[in-house]
């Protein structure tokens, strides 16, 4: 059974930077396809980054390029996501997410099959 274990959120001021970090199980890590996604209140969950399984490729949604920054340490299980110049408009409930299956990289909710169960990020003016 795969498990994704969040870590990181916190509340922060305005322009300030915070790490996410997303610890993975019950999977060959290496593999697989990892994604951040977000969801504040009243809003659907949407995509943040992904990263493809070798560590090779990012996306970005447009809203985050250039201040965050998806990454990963295959030996470690471990995907991080580093952001910078934090807005308000950043704060959300922050999920991990694993590809649905192996070798496969999408950019949709479709595209992934677990989930963890989300950090809160709370950005302040």
């Known amino acids: 059974q795969v498990q994704l274990v969040e870590s990181g959120g916190g509340l922060v001021q305005a322009g300030g930077s915070l790490r996410l970090s997303c610890a993975a199980s019950?999977?060959?890590?290496?593999?697989?396809?990892m994604g951040w996604f977000r969801q504040a209140p009243g809003k659907e969950r949407e995509l943040v980054a992904t990263i493809r399984w070798s560590g090779g490729n990012t996306y970005y949604a447009d809203s985050v390029k250039g201040r965050f920054t998806i990454s990963r340490i295959n030996t470690k299980n471990t995907v991080y996501l580093q952001m910078n110049s934090l807005k308000p408009e950043d704060t959300a409930v922050y999920y991990c997410?694993?590809?649905?299956?192996?070798?496969?990289w999408g950019y949709g909710l479709e595209d992934f099959g677990s989930w963890g169960q989300g950090t809160q990020v709370t950005v302040s003016s």
């Open positions: 019950g999977l060959t890590f290496e593999y697989y396809a």
């Open positions: 997410a694993a590809a649905k299956k192996f070798f496969h």
